[in-house]
């Protein structure tokens, strides 16, 4: 069973471009989770799917950021007209089910953005 | 709302020593506590977590931690430290285990030889 998967695993992109970063959780898993960890930090949630379904998105800044999570194919974190301090590792991970305290969720290798 | 607060930015000790990692944590909610590890540039692999059954959590390469509610801590412990335990530890609690996590700022462990 492979793990979760993201792609790319490196990201360059000059000011002002677009970053698409992809996210296929686990098989069997329908709930996916974003998180960015900025140099030196922790990781800070940003957004959970479900299938077509963006359940909380409390973490995600109000402009330029969006995340999908169609009913076929990965998850997608899109960043519009990307700014410096958008350089960050983001992490996704994906669990199966909302059970109460059991679930674990699973992290991908994370994609290393840096924008020039 | 929940938070997590790491209190050793840094920790360093000699191989084949005891390692401990401090983690307190606060919650509204009947927490899910977990332990992850991040190698360099590497992705978070799950060390362990509690889900309100035995206070003491096994978990992998020998790790274990110890959920204690009156002092609202989850300290990560390990008996005999190896070369391959050097990385960032991250402390996370979640209210129900499966919503989102919030992460410790995390403590860097380096192994002297």
């Known amino acids: 069973n492979a793990g979760v998967m993201q792609n790319p695993r490196h990201l360059v992109r000059r000011r002002g471009q677009e970053a698409r970063l992809r996210c296929s959780p686990m098989?069997?898993?329908?709930?996916v989770y974003w998180y960015r960890q900025l140099p030196e930090e922790g990781l800070k949630f940003m957004v959970y799917?479900?299938?077509?379904?963006?359940?909380?998105e409390s973490g995600m800044p109000k402009e330029r950021f969006s995340a999908e999570f169609p009913k076929e194919g990965p998850s997608i974190l899109r960043i519009q007209q990307v700014v410096r301090g958008d350089s960050a590792a983001y992490f996704c991970a994906s669990s199966p089910s909302l059970a109460l305290t059991t679930d674990t969720q699973y992290f991908g290798p994370g994609t290393r953005l840096t924008v020039l | 709302a929940q938070s997590v607060t790491q209190l050793d930015s840094h920790v360093s000790v000699s191989e084949g020593t005891p390692v401990l990692l401090r983690c307190n944590y606060s919650?509204?909610?009947?927490?899910?506590l977990f332990w992850y590890v991040q190698h360099p540039n590497k992705g978070l692999q799950l060390l362990l977590k509690?889900?309100?059954?035995?206070?003491l959590v096994k978990g992998i390469n020998g790790f274990e931690a110890e959920f204690k509610k009156s002092e609202t801590s989850f300290h990560l412990t390990k008996p005999s430290a190896h070369m391959s335990d050097a990385a960032e530890y991250f402390c996370?609690?979640?209210?129900?285990?499966?919503?989102?996590?919030?992460f410790g700022t995390g403590t860097r462990l380096t192994i002297i030889p």
């Open positions: 996370v609690v979640s209210p129900f285990g499966n919503e989102k996590l919030t």
């Open positions: 799917l479900q299938k077509e379904n963006i359940i909380d």
């Open positions: 919650s509204s909610y009947s927490p899910s």
């Open positions: 098989k069997g898993h329908s709930h």
């Open positions: 509690y889900t309100s059954a035995a206070t």
